[in-house]
């Protein structure tokens, strides 16, 4: 059965301390891991689609990692505007659709001045 | 890149009544979906609004409960019918451009039932 674990569930970070956030996954076949990031009261907001072991993509202060079990979401000297929710995501190998994606419940961050 | 919106962005009903959401994007899509986010909970896909048919739902939703619309490639709505407390929840729809497995949500539709 499919499943998307993400951990922490919560972190507390202080403005400029480094961290990395979890994603670990099983699925059959995967066919892309997704990081998004969503504020209070909005949709999610794409921020990386990683395809094989290896691959590494960064955005700002966010770099994503993927291996054959699990994604890292590393974030570099943080900044208070990077409070957010962020969620991971893989394609279901199950879904009637074919397109669904399997979201971890999220990892909740706040980062203080 | 592309704008997606939905209407209403929240409403308050009345257990038994019915709402349609409205997801319009401002481009051209491949695919558009709906999820719905429970209190505390992540993303659940309803369903695939598929053009011009009907559409395909996943497992525990059923079009009797979940009415889909999508008549053309940048509009679908989503009806939520016989509403009850249990209903009340952040209503999301994504769209997919190209082939791509990439999805972008819209703003959330915010749906309380009392």
């Known amino acids: 059965e499919d499943q998307v674990t993400q951990s922490p569930e919560a972190l507390r970070l202080q403005e400029g301390e480094s961290s990395s956030l979890n994603c670990s996954y099983t699925v059959s076949g995967l066919r892309g891991l997704f990081w998004y990031r969503q504020d209070p009261g909005k949709g999610p907001e794409f921020l990386f689609t990683?395809?094989?072991a290896g691959e590494e993509k960064e955005k700002e202060r966010l770099k994503a990692t993927l291996t054959k079990k699990e994604s890292f979401l590393h974030i570099t000297a943080p900044k208070p505007e990077d409070s957010a929710t962020y969620l991971c995501?893989?394609?279901?190998?199950?879904?009637?659709?074919?397109?669904?994606?399997?979201f971890g419940k999220g990892t909740s961050l706040l980062v203080t001045p | 890149s592309a704008v997606i919106s939905q209407k209403p962005s929240r409403d308050i009903c009345q257990r038994g009544t019915s709402l349609t959401i409205q997801c319009q994007v401002d481009s051209q899509v491949t695919m558009m979906f709906w999820y719905r986010q429970q209190p505390g909970q992540s993303l659940t896909l309803i369903a695939t609004?598929?053009?011009?048919?009907?559409?395909?739902?996943e497992s525990g939703f059923v079009i009797d409960k979940f009415p889909i619309s999508r008549p053309n490639l940048t509009f679908s709505t989503l009806t939520v019918s016989n509403m009850s407390p249990e209903d009340s929840s952040i209503y999301l729809c994504?769209?997919?451009?190209?082939?791509?497995?990439?999805?972008?949500f819209g703003p959330g539709t915010r749906l309380t039932v009392t």
């Open positions: 995501a893989v394609p279901h190998s199950n879904s009637n659709s074919g397109y669904a994606l399997n």
């Open positions: 990683l395809y094989s």
């Open positions: 994504s769209v997919v451009w190209g082939s791509s497995y990439e999805q972008y």
């Open positions: 609004a598929n053009q011009g048919s009907e559409a395909t739902y």
